[in-house]
DNA sequence: ATCGATCATGCACCTACTGTGCACGGTTCT
DNA sequence: AGAACCGTGCACAGTAGGTGCATGATCGAT
């Protein structure tokens, strides 16, 4: 119900160029450049500048896109509480996530979606949380799952953003079948301090939530390898290059003659995984019912015995 | 910046009909039929149902109607602000009022508009005050110079407009040059009191204004006859019929063999000018200079002495 | 009961907005 | 200097959204 051309104007406002922006958007960089033109002509107001080889926003322009997450928050706002006094729906709705969320948590949500709303046009997309902000603001997905991390840019209290914990993703070990502590169940990161382990490159997300979770515990491990995906690392593992750490929500296939143990001792490690959506649109009758069936998968998989794994 | 289908739903809701929408926006019946059904499909609400041989709002669009106005005027209060900020001025600019405020404050505003901003596009509309008020939520116009009546549904708290007074409009009395106090400069309404009087047909605004003033010094006048338009009531006090009351911002041309008198004593009838916007609009700066020179204007023209009228 | 008036809507048609693809000029980094 | 990158103008195409007329449905008046 914005006009769409505002909307163009905030996604430029959060990467700075008109290429990115028209990536993030669907359009073409001439449509962009063109949708901005005549924004400022409907206007009447000089939102962008020349800098160097690209453009900025003046102060105007800065002013505008600050100004505009409230009226974007009372139009979800709204929209949500007519949806929900009016007991109906919306015709399409965007989900977007990272890797194993999208996998394990959106996959069975927009199955069970499509089952319940056949009318109702579902579409996934597989994103990392940084470029899922950028898709909510572009209105191209209207609901994400993420990981939260400290490092995040977005506070709780952006105005663009309403976020909502889904669940406290525990870690796990993962050891090769051979392994002295493979018929155990539980282990502390103390007993592993010595391993070989595997994990991402620095610079990651998993590779700080790693460090994170030993240096909660007061221990150095001693990193030998790095893998990026998760199968790889359980690949790696399985041919007994060493042991990692594994989300409880990542898979294990039981062919892959890997053990997975529950961490138990001081440090419990685990990630924290939130719901985020544009900032009033949480109230909608499809974002509830959406956040009630992914809290029924989350604590399904979380319920699981680490052994069911194997 | 708010979908034009959306301020479309919003005249419907204050008129009813497609037609008299169509009429009011500038649209065609079919244009109108087709922006609600596409509104109501981009929604996926169910917003009109059919009543008769017309529709009517669902409870759905009324809620959302209602709560758009408050995302209306988040807009308009942001646009006003982010003007004011970059010190910008729009492009198209438009007033209204009714028959005195246009020929008396809105032609010189316009004037004085074109020549300071000579590519601002001024459009003036005349239209009585409930018709000013349509324009403004179908967006036609963008400032409106209405007279206070008590009898509006349009407090001064209805969450789509914003009212300033600019003036209260003195009301004179007129004689025919031949009457024994043609040379006095002021009168009281008790000394009139057995003179014949000269008003609108009951029911008109012009008609409550004038049993108010008179009710106020508890005086009941004797109604001799109906005139419509200021010229008619003018000419027929010239020929001798009786005598009335006339707006202070009403001109009187010197042809016209006739005096006007300023009123004293208890009973000093005024009608309340106001100029209303939409709500959040009103700190624009265009909106605030066309404030400033309808003041300029009603402060010159209420100087000047009734005398000068003959 | 019938006829006319009123109201919304569907259809055919057309205009004009808006997006795409490509080429170009300007700027920065090596 | 040359290469890479960024934004923009232009020709073209597709489509959203406009008008005008005809139609069906409903209400009021004769």
């Given at each position: 119900m914005i006009d769409p051309r505002l909307v163009t104007l905030r996604v430029f406002a959060r990467c700075g160029t008109v290429g990115a922006t028209a990536e993030l958007t669907g359009y073409s960089p001439s449509a962009v450049s063109a949708q901005l033109r005549e924004l400022q002509r409907v206007l009447g107001m000089q939102l962008l500048v020349k800098d160097g080889r690209g453009v900025r926003l003046t102060a105007t322009g800065r002013f505008l896109v600050a100004g505009s997450d409230t009226l974007i928050a009372e139009w979800e706002r709204l929209r949500a509480a007519a949806m929900e006094a009016g007991d109906q729906v919306q015709s399409s709705f965007g989900l977007g996530g990272f890797s194993t969320a999208a996998a394990q948590l959106l996959a069975p949500l927009a199955a069970t979606l499509r089952s319940t709303r056949p009318l109702l046009k579902v579409q996934v997309l597989e994103a990392d949380p940084a470029r899922c902000f950028d898709l909510l603001v572009a209105e191209r997905i209207d609901l994400a799952v993420i990981v939260a991390m400290?490092?995040?840019?977005?506070?709780?209290?952006?105005?663009?953003f309403e976020q909502t914990v889904l669940l406290d993703d525990p870690l796990d070990v993962i050891i090769p079948?051979?392994?002295?502590?493979?018929?155990?169940e539980t282990v502390t990161l103390e007993e592993l301090a010595s391993e070989p382990w595997i994990t991402d490159a620095a610079g990651s997300t998993y590779h700080s939530l790693f460090t994170a979770a030993f240096t909660a515990v007061g221990v150095t491990p001693r990193i030998a390898h790095e893998a990026v995906e998760w199968e790889t690392q359980i690949a790696f593992v399985g041919a007994g290059l060493g042991v990692g750490l594994l989300p409880r929500l990542a898979p294990l296939r039981s062919a892959e003659n890997v053990v997975r143990l529950r961490i138990t001792g001081r440090g419990k490690p685990t990630r924290r995984i939130v719901a985020a959506a544009r900032r009033?649109?949480?109230?909608s009758p499809l974002i509830q019912e959406s956040l009630e069936i992914l809290q029924v998968s989350a604590n399904r998989i979380l319920r699981a015995r680490p052994e069911d794994g194997l």
């Amino acid at each position: 119900m914005i006009d769409p051309r505002l909307v163009t104007l905030r996604v430029f406002a959060r990467c700075g160029t008109v290429g990115a922006t028209a990536e993030l958007t669907g359009y073409s960089p001439s449509a962009v450049s063109a949708q901005l033109r005549e924004l400022q002509r409907v206007l009447g107001m000089q939102l962008l500048v020349k800098d160097g080889r690209g453009v900025r926003l003046t102060a105007t322009g800065r002013f505008l896109v600050a100004g505009s997450d409230t009226l974007i928050a009372e139009w979800e706002r709204l929209r949500a509480a007519a949806m929900e006094a009016g007991d109906q729906v919306q015709s399409s709705f965007g989900l977007g996530g990272f890797s194993t969320a999208a996998a394990q948590l959106l996959a069975p949500l927009a199955a069970t979606l499509r089952s319940t709303r056949p009318l109702l046009k579902v579409q996934v997309l597989e994103a990392d949380p940084a470029r899922c902000f950028d898709l909510l603001v572009a209105e191209r997905i209207d609901l994400a799952v993420i990981v939260a991390m400290q490092s995040d840019t977005f506070g709780e209290d952006d105005p663009r953003f309403e976020q909502t914990v889904l669940l406290d993703d525990p870690l796990d070990v993962i050891i090769p079948c051979e392994h002295p502590f493979a018929s155990r169940e539980t282990v502390t990161l103390e007993e592993l301090a010595s391993e070989p382990w595997i994990t991402d490159a620095a610079g990651s997300t998993y590779h700080s939530l790693f460090t994170a979770a030993f240096t909660a515990v007061g221990v150095t491990p001693r990193i030998a390898h790095e893998a990026v995906e998760w199968e790889t690392q359980i690949a790696f593992v399985g041919a007994g290059l060493g042991v990692g750490l594994l989300p409880r929500l990542a898979p294990l296939r039981s062919a892959e003659n890997v053990v997975r143990l529950r961490i138990t001792g001081r440090g419990k490690p685990t990630r924290r995984i939130v719901a985020a959506a544009r900032r009033g649109s949480i109230g909608s009758p499809l974002i509830q019912e959406s956040l009630e069936i992914l809290q029924v998968s989350a604590n399904r998989i979380l319920r699981a015995r680490p052994e069911d794994g194997l």
